[in-house]
């Protein structure tokens, strides 16, 4: 069956400009992440969502960071005002139930800000 | 809090020569540990887990993993190397109980090198 896809793959764009990153996750996983990987920090959780309850955004560097998913199914990643510092690939990842499981990982979003 | 540590960011070793990444990890209570595998431009593919039964952990591709609580590591070891097997590795743990959410905290990852 189909993974978890994300698009674009690659996305360049010049400082204080908005981006949206979008994931869809594998059918029926009810739990979606999102996370970051940048050379200087490694892989970071950004924001996660389990069905229907309020996201747990703990994760997210800066206010200029949203994420939103619609109907349980497709996530956004909004970026406002892009800066140099936000250059990194962002991986989406699903699973059926929180923590037990697997985490099925997308293959990224890789962000140039220019 | 939980945290994890990946000794050396490089590892180098011959094809059929022994493979061994080590991973510590803290965490207050009774953690899953996982190994991630990212080859060039993909994602991230899960190699093995520990989620509490057997302390010795049988992967994908011949890679196994041993959970040690005295010593809190979970290190990764492959019997003989292959030249598809130069990737960067990615040790994580959760907590999968206590409300939490399940989010991975992951090493800096560790980069092997096989060489002919």
């Known amino acids: 069956g189909a993974g978890v896809s994300q698009s674009p793959s690659n996305k360049v764009t010049e400082k204080g400009k908005d981006v949206e990153l979008r994931c869809d996750p594998i059918s029926g996983h009810t739990a979606l992440y999102w996370y970051r990987q940048s050379l200087g920090q490694g892989l970071e959780f950004l924001i996660y969502f389990q069905g229907n309850s309020a996201p747990d955004k703990s994760g997210l560097p800066s206010d200029r960071f949203s994420a939103e998913r619609t109907g349980g199914s497709v996530s956004t990643l909004t970026i406002q005002r892009t800066q140099q510092e936000d250059s990194a690939v962002y991986l989406c990842?699903?699973?059926?139930?929180?923590?037990?499981?697997?985490?099925?990982f997308g293959p990224g979003t890789r962000l140039t800000v220019l | 809090a939980q945290s994890v540590t990946q000794l050396g960011s490089h590892v180098s070793v011959s094809e059929g020569a022994l493979v061994l990444l080590r991973c510590n990890y803290s965490?207050?209570?009774?953690?899953?540990l996982f190994w991630y595998v990212q080859y060039p431009n993909q994602g991230l593919q899960l190699l093995l887990k520990?989620?509490?039964?057997?302390?010795l952990v049988k992967g994908i591709n011949g890679f196994e993993a041993e959970f040690k609580k005295s010593e809190t590591s979970f290190h990764l070891t492959k019997p003989s190397a292959h030249m598809s097997d130069a990737a960067e590795y990615f040790c994580?743990?959760?907590?999968?109980?206590?409300?939490?959410?399940?989010?991975?905290?992951f090493g800096k990852g560790t980069k092997l090198s096989v060489k002919p």
């Open positions: 994580a743990v959760s907590v999968p109980y206590g409300g939490s959410q399940g989010n991975l905290i």
């Open positions: 520990y989620t509490s039964a057997a302390t």
């Open positions: 990842a699903s699973t059926p139930r929180v923590a037990v499981d697997e985490q099925f």
């Open positions: 965490s207050s209570v009774p953690p899953y």
